[in-house]
């Protein structure tokens, strides 16, 4: 297996678990209450959110053509 594939399953699981972090985290009191009075959730769940689509997304496309030349 390459460098560009492990790296990419790497990130891959990285990004799974801030997506996991950041669902759970909208499922807080505290966001709740956020998303109820002002329509939207704390700047760290969307961070969280923002962080684990883009380490998925890029650990996917590196896992498809991480060994490729």
Do not use: P
């Not at 799974?16 to 956020?34: C, H, K, P, Y």
């Amino acid at each position: 297996m390459s460098f560009g594939r492990i790296l990419g399953v790497v990130a891959l699981v990285v990004g799974i678990g801030l997506l996991v972090t950041g669902f759970n985290a909208s499922e807080s009191a505290v966001d709740q209450l956020s998303e109820t009075f002002l329509g939207r959730y704390t700047d760290e769940t969307v961070w969280y959110l923002i962080g684990g689509i883009a380490a998925s997304l890029g650990g996917l496309l590196l896992l498809v053509t991480g060994g490729k030349r």
